[in-house]
Nanobody, 121 residues
């Protein structure tokens, strides 16, 4: 089992940048593929992107491709979501998730509590 805690959310102006972090508990972090999701008010949870166990493979939704980057540091049990050129439509609660299987989209087995990102116009 793995526990996940996100941090780094906040208020940013359009065009700005934020870096979200997701710290994982346990000694088997490198055996989990990681994903980032977001959910805006009144909308379904959206898969933002994911990264494989070693970080060698990544995937991004079209809505964030070229603006967001996912990286991980297995020595620090942490995965990151680097967000650049932010738009008001990026406003959402962002969640990290972990799963033994490298996949695109749901389902993921373990979830963090989420961190709020608000992009003002």
């Amino acid at each position: 089992q793995v526990q996940l805690v996100e941090s780094g959310g906040g208020l940013v102006q359009a065009g700005g940048s934020l870096r979200l972090s997701c710290a994982a508990s346990g000694r088997t972090f490198s055996s989990y593929a990681m994903g980032w999701f977001r959910q805006a008010p009144g909308k379904n949870r959206e898969f933002v992107g994911g990264i494989s166990w070693s970080g060698g493979s990544t995937y991004y939704a079209d809505s964030v491709k070229g603006r967001f980057t996912i990286s991980r540091d297995n020595a620090r049990n942490t995965v990151y979501l680097h967000m650049n050129s932010l738009k008001p439509e990026d406003t959402a609660v962002y969640y990290c998730a972990a799963d033994k299987v490298w996949k695109i989209g749901l389902p993921y087995d373990y979830w963090g509590q989420g961190t709020h990102v608000t992009v003002s116009s």
